[in-house]
């Protein structure tokens, strides 16, 4: 298939706002796959999910400034461009550096301009066109005339989506029967949706009836398996880091089973049993050495032969329990009762972790779904920050200010001292007036960013605060989403570099930049 049949496809998905379209879009082209070409058909899903099948190319907006003049007509097939990627992404050691910049001047220069753009958002992760694995998913039930349901459920077992699309193309539904809940394959983790408050929760993931609330950690997401002495321990992105988490070995080792699938958290604890910042617990599981990391378990998939995902949680849970021991396991309230809830919540904060999540004691375990049956409350933090600078969009951005830079006053100069980046929570009116406010405000320009005055304030929210050596000031926010700007306020009312610091329970001190 040539690159350009694909680049017309995502052009046109993104186009659309119509979720049919999209998926009719998606669909014809998975047709049009040789599907005999297993590599070919796995390439195409995945490009058109909007990701490279390489985990890793080393290339990023940067070094793909500078582009050589684009070819005149489509010659390139998606094979040739996958197989591109692959040797860029094998490149290291001295010399890989000129080497990659060759690759890419070779593969860019056989592109077209439509196809360089878009390979351009491909390798940055920034293909705007609202195709990701759901729709995809839709797209191959569509193609292959299968239940949606059977394809989601076989990607759920994968662990992917791209892994069954070959054969959900050529193997119909008895293909996909293949894809099982298998101890040692790791499956998609259950996802959570969001509630303002803890009886929104409860009315949202079971009315009417008990519900589990969970501790919720901030730490790393993992689940676990056991098949004898075999243990492997993943990623909530499904990445295999058993190598740095002995710890999580050992206690899996000492539970009285052969054969399970745990659901849980490692997280890293000071000397008072709370929590270290989130940075601390995932700085810790880069190695396996430094300080100890503790598992907290919350759900069980399989035990001994019997697959559970399908059971209520409410019987994962009684075996969980016979399985954990307590230490080992996130402490939970059983309640119908809201007002049992907000005491249990109010206590989990003070603990130092980040919030509950509500879930339905009758409900299967939705691997890969973030659906109302596990519900999570968390507080919200803003903050009042003020716009450095503001980067062009790209994709469906394109022509907008978009990616705004924000900083915290220190308190003692007056300075501000950039903690983080953000183009999330903005609507196209937002976007249409921040580029009116900003060109208004330019101050200067490089290549893709515009520097500003610095007097618009904004509302921002965000999950918490974590340490990072890019900022001077040693912080940087988390899942950061704008939420109003603040005409009200001006840039001496912003808050403070300590005020930020103190939502990660960080202490002062920058990092040398």
Known sequence: MLLHDLVETSRNVAATRSRKAKVEALAGTLVRVDHNHPDEVETVAAYLAGSLRQRRTGLGWRGLQSLPEPADEPTL???????????????????????RSAAVAELFGRATAHEQTWLRSLVTGEVRQGALDALLQDAVAAAAGLPVAVVRRAAMMAGATVPVVRAALTGGA???DEF???????????????????????????????????????????????????????????????????????????????????????????????????????????SSEGEALTPYFFDLLHLDGRDLIDEPAQTRLALLDGLVPGEHRIRRLVTDEPEAAAVFVAGVLTEGHEGVVVKDLQAPYDAGRRGSSWVKVKPVHTLDLVVLAVEWGSGRRRGWLSNIHLG??????????????????????????????????????????????????????????????????????????????????????ADTIDTVRALGNLASGGADA
């Open 77 to 99: 097939t998606v094979g040739e461009v996958h197989i591109a990627f692959d040797a860029i992404s094998g490149l290291a050691g001295p010399g890989s550096q000129g080497a």
């Open 180 to 286: 099982t809940l298998t101890v040692g394959r790791p499956v998609l983790p259950m996802l959570a949706s969001s509630a303002p408050d803890i009886a929104a929760a409860m009315a949202k993931a079971a009315p009417d009836r008990p519900v589990a609330i969970d501790t919720k950690l901030d730490g790393i997401r993992i689940q676990v398996h056991r098949d004898g002495d075999e243990v492997i321990a993943v990623t909530r992105s499904l990445d295999d880091i058993t190598a740095r988490l002995p710890e999580v070995v050992a206690v899996a080792r000492s539970l009285p089973a052969d054969r399970f699938i745990l659901d849980g958290e490692v997280l890293r604890l000071d000397e008072h049993g709370r929590p270290h910042a989130f940075q601390d617990t995932a700085s810790r599981t880069a």
């Open 408 to 493: 915290a006053r220190e308190p003692e100069s007056g300075d501000l001292v950039m903690v983080g980046k953000t183009f999330k929570g903005m609507t196209d009116e937002m976007l249409t007036w921040q580029t009116e406010r900003f060109l208004e405000l330019e101050a200067g320009r490089s290549d893709h960013a515009v520097m500003v005055r610095p007097e618009q304030v904004v509302e921002i929210a965000l999950d918490g605060v974590q340490r990072s050596s890019r900022y001077r000031g040693g912080v940087a926010l988390r899942f950061a989403r704008v939420v109003r700007y603040r005409d009200d306020k001006g840039p001496d009312e």
């Open 174 to 176: 008895d293909a996909l």
